[in-house]
């Protein structure tokens, strides 16, 4: 049982790579979400599933995109990075009972 | 859209005081949850609200939810410096959304 597993832990990425944040869950989660922090700042979301084949823009969605083919796996994409894009990314997870929002341990992006 | 608002933005106290810190939202509260990330880690799940009045005690942390203000606050007896951190709620929206406040920096003198 391995919870919420977030890959890379850290990443640096030059202006206009793209890359892919994977997310996946192991506890049949439909709630899927992800998030960016900023130094000094709370979690701002990006995006949000509450299913397979769904997802919805969050506060913050320019620049990324998100697809949600299986209930298990829920990737980020970045498509041309900008400096602006360097930031902490966590993925969450809920469940049916909505009893605890679990938490990946979060990718280190820099963009230089 | 909701609106989280947490205050005080930080917090300094002495080891051993009490503490208590707020989460008000713009909109009416269908669960709230309250989380504690240590500096530069992942978030640690402390309890989750979804009644109005309820109230639940993790160790010295206490959490409440008044409905009717939108309001949820956590209070910490006697504080030592394994609860500093910052202090994050969170809320979901009607539509499965979840969305957080900026966070409660919490610093405990010893």
């Known amino acids: 049982n391995a919870g919420v597993t977030q890959t890379p832990k850290f990443r640096i990425l030059k202006i206009g790579q793209s890359m892919t944040l994977q997310c996946a869950q192991d506890m049949n989660h439909n709630y899927m979400y992800w998030y960016r922090q900023d130094p000094g700042m709370g979690l701002k979301l990006i995006y949000y599933s509450v299913g397979a084949g769904i997802t919805d823009k969050g506060e913050v969605p320019n620049g990324y995109n998100v697809s949600r083919s299986t209930t298990e796996d829920f990737p980020l994409r970045l498509e041309l990075a900008a400096p602006s894009q360097t930031s902490v990314y966590f993925c969450a997870s809920i469940g049916r009972l909505n009893t605890e929002a679990f938490f990946g341990q979060g990718t280190r992006l820099t963009v230089v | 859209s909701q609106e989280l608002e947490q205050s005080p933005q930080s917090l300094i106290v002495q080891e051993g005081k009490n503490l208590t810190i707020n989460c008000t939202s713009s909109?009416?509260?269908?669960?709230l949850y309250w989380y504690k990330q240590k500096y530069g880690e992942g978030l640690i799940f402390l309890m989750m609200l979804q009644k109005g009045g309820e109230e639940k005690s993790h160790e010295k942390i206490t959490a409440k939810l008044d409905e009717k203000k939108q309001q949820s606050s956590l209070h910490i007896t006697a504080s030592q410096p394994s609860h500093a951190g910052i202090y994050l709620c969170?809320?979901?929206?009607?539509?499965?959304?979840?969305?957080f406040g900026k966070g409660t920096k919490l610093s405990v003198k010893p």
């Open positions: 909109k009416t509260l269908y669960g």
């Open positions: 969170g809320v979901r929206g009607s539509q499965g959304n979840l969305i």
